[in-house]
């Protein structure tokens, strides 16, 4: 201990009058943390910089969704998985996946066998955010009828006159 350390704690301990020392309890409460909903209302998400807009448009991308339904309680091989989330390429699958684990949605194991053998699974935090997108997916699969309904007037409001022929 240097002569300054050893100076300061002799005069913490020899001053009886000295101010006792602030306490967690003693601190003032910390103010509860804005929900992500809150912050895209008040405009702070929809800044460039705000790093959940990222994990947002991981989570909510058109792989990333199938992928976290397609693992919420199981886990499987990247084979089953590219068979099970129809219409996804290699590449895209792998990248969406490494973004997912990177995230810290997905866990990959590896098994140093020949031929190689990797699964894959939710993790915690996952599995947490599958079940949101899940009940999203539900939501959608539940009204798709008046979805389609409304894209189809809308559709026809917005398709131009057909022209006259002329005689």
Not at 69 to 86: I, M, P, Q, Y
Request: with cysteine; proline share 8%.
């Amino acid at each position: 201990m240097d002569a300054f350390a050893s100076d300061a704690l002799s005069h913490a301990v020899a001053d009886p009058v000295a101010e006792p020392a602030a306490t967690a309890a003693d601190a003032p409460a910390a103010a509860p943390v804005p929900s992500i909903a809150e912050l895209m209302r008040r405009g702070e998400m929809l800044t460039p910089d705000c790093p959940s807009r990222d994990i947002l448009q991981h989570v909510t991308s058109r792989w990333g969704v199938l992928i976290l339904v397609a693992l919420h309680d199981r886990t499987l091989r990247f084979s089953e998985l590219r068979r099970t989330v129809g219409g996804v390429s290699e590449r895209m699958l792998a990248q969406t996946l490494q973004t997912l684990e990177r995230d810290g949605f997905v866990a990959r194991k590896a098994y140093a066998v020949v031929p190689p053998h990797v699964e894959y699974s939710l993790t915690p935090m996952g599995r947490e955010v599958s079940g949101h997108v899940q009940a999203l997916a539900d939501w959608i699969g539940g009204n798709l009828p008046g979805i389609l309904a409304a894209r189809d007037r809308s559709d026809a409001v917005a398709a131009p006159a057909a022209p006259r022929a002329v005689r």
